[in-house]
C-alpha cells in the first residue's frame, strides 16, 4: 500500500517565522507534489517535483520554496510565514504509469496556523 | 472565471439515495478526467478515472463525460453514510504532464 507520510498533522508558527512541511513517501514515486487547500478555494499546486533535484513552479508560488534532495523526500519551505498563509498543505506523490492514468496519492495533510 | 467550476453545496441526501455531482470546465482541451473523495481530515484519494467522453462504472458509482458540453459528472447509486466526504473533480490536459486542475469540491453528507 502506498503511503504518503507529512511531519505534522497541526502545526503553529508566528509571523516571520521559518517554516519546514516534510513529506515523505515509500513507493518510489518520481513525482511529487504540494498543494495547499482553502475552503472556497480549492486545491491550489504550489510547487512540484520531476524527479530529485527539480522542480517546477505551480499556480501559487509566491512565498515559497521546496527541497528535493533525495526520491522520498519533499520539503516545503516557508521563508518568512504570514498570515495569508493559514492553510491546509497537502503533499502528494504520483506513480507514472504507462497511458497518463493520474494516481496521485496525499497525504493526510498539515493544518498551518500563523499567527 | 475558474477553468473548472463546481457547486460546494453542502448537499444532504436519505440513505438510499443517488446523489449527482458535477463539474463544468472551460478548457476543451482537458482530456483526463478524475473524482477524488477526501473524507473529513484525510487527503484526497483517487475514486474514479476517465479518458475522453463516456461514461465508466464502478460498484455503486458511475462517472460520466460529456466534452461536447464541457461536464462532467459523478452518480452514486444506494448511497450510504460512508459515502459521507467532499468530492473533488479533477482533470488534466494531454501536454500537462502531472498537473492537475482541480474543482472546489462538494461536500456530501448521507443521513441513516
Known amino acids: 500500500d502506498v503511503k504518503v507520510t507529512q511531519s505534522s498533522r497541526y502545526l503553529v508558527k508566528r509571523t516571520g517565522e521559518k517554516v519546514f512541511l516534510e513529506c515523505v513517501q515509500d513507493m518510489d514515486h518520481e513525482n511529487m507534489f504540494w498543494y495547499r487547500q482553502d475552503p472556497g478555494l480549492g486545491l491550489r499546486l504550489i510547487y512540484f517535483?520531476?524527479?530529485?533535484?527539480?522542480?517546477e513552479k505551480g499556480d501559487i508560488p509566491e512565498g515559497y520554496s521546496v527541497s528535493r534532495e533525495k526520491k522520498e523526500r519533499f520539503s516545503l519551505i516557508l521563508e518568512s510565514a504570514s498570515t495569508n498563509q493559514t492553510s491546509m498543505y497537502l503533499c502528494?506523490?504520483?506513480?507514472?504509469?504507462?497511458?497518463?492514468?493520474?494516481?496521485?496519492?496525499f497525504g493526510p495533510g498539515t493544518r498551518l496556523t500563523v499567527l | 472565471q475558474k477553468e473548472v467550476e463546481q457547486d460546494p453545496g453542502p448537499l444532504s441526501v436519505p440513505e438510499g439515495a443517488i446523489v449527482s455531482l458535477n463539474c463544468t470546465y472551460s478548457?476543451?482541451?482537458?482530456?483526463?478526467f478524475m473524482w477524488y473523495r477526501q473524507y473529513s481530515r484525510k487527503g484526497p484519494e483517487l475514486l474514479m478515472y476517465?479518458?475522453?467522453?463516456g461514461n465508466k462504472e464502478d460498484g455503486r458509482f458511475t462517472a460520466q463525460v460529456d466534452k461536447s458540453s464541457k461536464y462532467i459528472s459523478l452518480f452514486i447509486r444506494d448511497s450510504q453514510p460512508s459515502d459521507s466526504a467532499t468530492y473533488l473533480c479533477?482533470?488534466?490536459?494531454?501536454?500537462?504532464?502531472?498537473?492537475?486542475?482541480f474543482g472546489e469540491g462538494t461536500q456530501l453528507t448521507v443521513n441513516p
Open positions: 478548457n476543451s482541451a482537458f482530456q483526463y
Open positions: 502528494a506523490s504520483r506513480s507514472t504509469t504507462i497511458g497518463g492514468r493520474e494516481d496521485q496519492y
Open positions: 479533477a482533470m488534466k490536459w494531454e501536454t500537462s504532464g502531472s498537473r492537475l486542475t
Open positions: 476517465t479518458y475522453s467522453s
Open positions: 517535483s520531476y524527479d530529485v533535484k527539480m522542480k
